[in-house]
């Protein structure tokens, strides 16, 4: 069976998140999936889900790359992606651009042990920033509910704060 | 004799998550402060309940973040708090999240 990949947010740091249209994981995804886990299928590893959580620290300025799977024999080799907030997020907004760039820098350490071609993954890169930038169908939403839902919790911990 | 840790006067640290599916609200909970595995290796209760979602509605469509930190809280308070969202919640938008609504029930909810 063919490994796929999966991108999800896995948030940890109050108040710090990449706003992201789902389309844009989606249309990574199948990038990676078409030009890079089928046709150079990872050596030795039995998992079928390639699985990237989506995180930042809120404060670093660089990369940070931890395998979270203990074997290679289950069916997910997972990944958390520590990417620097103060370079993709600006004015709440996220640099689609940039979010590409250190994602795949990202991407590059993880499969750094699977000997995938540096042109592939460079290549792969530059058709998801040509499909992606500029494009208005990419662009994150949010209905009104959950922006007024987002103001009313940033309230209720600075509440829990003094409580606690 | 230390205290079971499912006991309400227990300490520990806390955060109260928010996992949103579709961009909506899905559900609101508290969870141990937030371990990418257990010191067994597995996964942890709520990243498996991700990967089940993830299933159901794309990967993709799954984002999870955190709304608060407790340090050093009893579980008690801990769920007091998480309660306090919820009706927070219910009160800003008018529903409780789909994954909330089996074990939360709001006050002055009108049938």
């Known amino acids: 069976m063919v490994m796929k990949v999966g991108i999800m947010g896995y948030f940890t740091s109050v108040g710090f998140r990449f706003d992201l249209n ?9 990038l990676i999936d078409t030009n890079i886990l089928t046709p150079f299928p990872l050596p030795k590893i039995k998992a079928t889900v390639l699985e990237i959580l989506l995180n930042t620290d809120g404060i670093s300025t660089e990369n940070k ?13 997972s990944f958390m992606f520590y990417l620097p907030y103060p370079k993709i997020v600006k004015n709440e907004i996220v640099d689609l651009e940039i979010f590409i760039q250190v994602f795949f820098d990202a991407l590059k350490e993880a499969l750094s042990l699977y000997a995938i071609p540096e042109d592939v993954l460079e290549q792969t890169k530059q058709e998801v920033l040509c499909e992606i930038v500029g494009k208005e169908e990419y662009l994150f939403e949010i209905s009104s509910e959950q922006l007024a839902w987002r103001s009313v919790a940033k309230k209720l911990r600075q509440e829990s704060q003094i409580k606690v | 004799m230390s205290i079971h840790k499912n006991s309400n006067q227990a300490i520990g640290n806390f955060v109260i998550y928010e996992i949103v599916v579709y961009g909506k609200t899905y559900k609101i ?23 089940k979602l993830a299933e159901e509605f794309g990967i993709e469509n799954i984002d999870k973040n955190i709304l608060d930190e407790l ?3 009893t579980t008690e308070l801990a769920k007091e708090i998480e309660k306090t969202y919820l009706e927070s ?3 800003t938008t008018g529903e409780v999240p789909e994954g909330n609504q089996k074990s939360f029930k709001p006050k002055n909810k009108w049938l």
């Open chain 1, 22 to 30: 789902p389309k844009v994981k989606k249309k990574i995804m199948d």
């Open chain 1, 65 to 77: 790359v931890v395998r979270i799977s203990k074997t290679d024999k289950g069916k997910y080799l």
């Open chain 2, 29 to 51: 909970g508290k969870a141990d402060l937030d371990r990418i595995t257990e010191s067994s290796g597995n996964p942890t209760r709520l990243h498996q309940q991700l990967r």
């Open chain 2, 71 to 73: 340090f050093q809280v």
């Open chain 2, 89 to 91: 919640f219910y009160e």
